[in-house]
């Protein structure tokens, strides 16, 4: 039996029960502006704090949750009333990741800890979702990020004042070597013929 999914119903029964956690992925992804598909609910726990661990198990008893698939050491998912629940067990790192983070409102009264674009991609990077790293870098220093408009005519390109990791520098590379073989594939090669 399939549940609607609600996300924020989800956040919200965690919240209830007072779970620490970053929310990450997905959801995270859109409330900066990312325009992708959801169907459940991705967030970052520290490891070694029991009393947030009972805390979410309460959580997950109060929503119905089951785990699905494998269980690893350090990720799990469960079914839950509300959808579904990805959580990712991070050691060390847990404590800068949260401080990073920022309260952000989701609407009907929903406030959730919510990690950075960086962060974001980062993990996405670790993961080995290069496609989605490098959507996220690119919708960090898109053409929604914030430039000064009195300073660049509408022909400056803003990929040139960007501060990206190495890794995204040869993405983008790539994307623009791509960009200029289909414009000659398709407009020629700019000489004109003639007759």
């Known amino acids: 039996m399939t549940h609607p999914f609600e996300p924020l119903r989800l956040l919200a029964g965690l919240r209830s029960h007072g779970v620490d956690y970053v929310l990450v992925g997905g959801l995270a992804s859109a409330v900066h502006g990312s325009q992708i598909t959801m169907d459940d609910v991705d967030i970052a726990i520290g490891t070694g704090d029991d009393a947030n661990l009972a805390n979410l198990a309460l959580a997950l008893s109060q929503l119905g949750g089951e785990p699905v698939g494998e269980l690893s050491a350090h990720r799990s998912s469960y079914n839950t009333s509300a959808g579904r ?15 990073r983070a920022t309260d952000e409102d989701l609407g009907d009264g929903i406030v959730a800890r919510v990690a950075t674009m960086g962060d974001l991609t ?21 053409p929604t990020a914030r430039v000064d408009a009195s ?25 623009e070597e791509v960009d200029a073989y289909m414009t000659r594939v398709v407009y020629g090669d700019g000489k004109r013929i003639h007759s």
């Open 85 to 99: 629940l990805d959580i990712i067990e991070i050691g060390e790192a847990y404590q800068e990741l949260a401080e």
């Open 122 to 142: 980062e993990l996405k990077r670790s993961s080995g979702d290069l496609a989605s790293a490098a959507h996220l870098a690119a919708l960090a220093h898109g």
């Open 151 to 175: 300073s660049q005519s509408e022909y400056d390109d803003p990929a040139d004042e960007r501060e990206w990791p190495d890794w995204m520098k040869r993405v983008w590379a790539r994307f």
